[in-house]
Every structure is written in C-alpha cells, then in structure tokens.
C-alpha cells in the first residue's frame, strides 16, 4: 500500500460516507487520534504526516459503526480489505 494523499482520501472517504466528520486538530492525544462518537467527528491530530494519518485510521476504522451500505462500491471494498487485514494481523 501506498502512503500517498490519495490513500488518505481514500480512507477519509469512508469516515465522510458513514456520517463521520473528520477534522484535524492540535491537542495532547497520546494516540493521536480522539473520537467524539454521539457527535460523529473523529479528530486526528494535524501534526501527523500522511503515513501517519492513514495508519491511525486504518486503526480506527474497524472500531467505530460504519455504514456498510452507504458506502459507494470502491469504499465497500476497501473496508472489506482493512477489516481482513486487522483480523489477519490479529
């Protein structure tokens, strides 16, 4: 995979498609990454290089309630792809 600005609007795609709002923020996350879940935004903290930012969705995706069939077919298969690849990895 690569870590391209592509990838990340790839990813952020996902988030946007499902409800989600993304913003980048300064803040003290020891993750980098902060989830406000009854509003629906996921902060990532905007000192993250691309790499960085892509990592931490791949991460969060799988944990937060996406919905699948909002998704346009491209976003539906990518999320099929980092869900095998967190349940491979685990």
């Keep these: 995979m690569k870590y391209t600005q ?3 609007d790839k990813y952020t795609a996902i988030l946007a498609e499902s409800g989600y709002i993304i913003r980048y923020e300064r803040g003290t996350f020891q993750s980098g990454w902060c989830l406000l879940e009854s509003r629906k935004i996921v902060v990532l903290n905007k000192f993250l290089s691309t790499e960085g930012r ?7 995706i799988p944990q937060i309630p996406i919905s699948y069939d909002h998704l346009t077919l491209e976003s ?4 099929d792809s980092i869900v095998k690849k ?3 990895a685990a």
Excluded at 54 to 60: A, Q, W, Y
Excluded at 76 to 79: A, C, E, F, V
């Design 6 to 8: 592509g990838t990340l």
């Design 86 to 88: 967190v349940e491979h």
């Design 54 to 60: 892509i990592s931490i969705l791949i991460d969060i």
């Design 76 to 79: 539906q298969k990518l999320l």
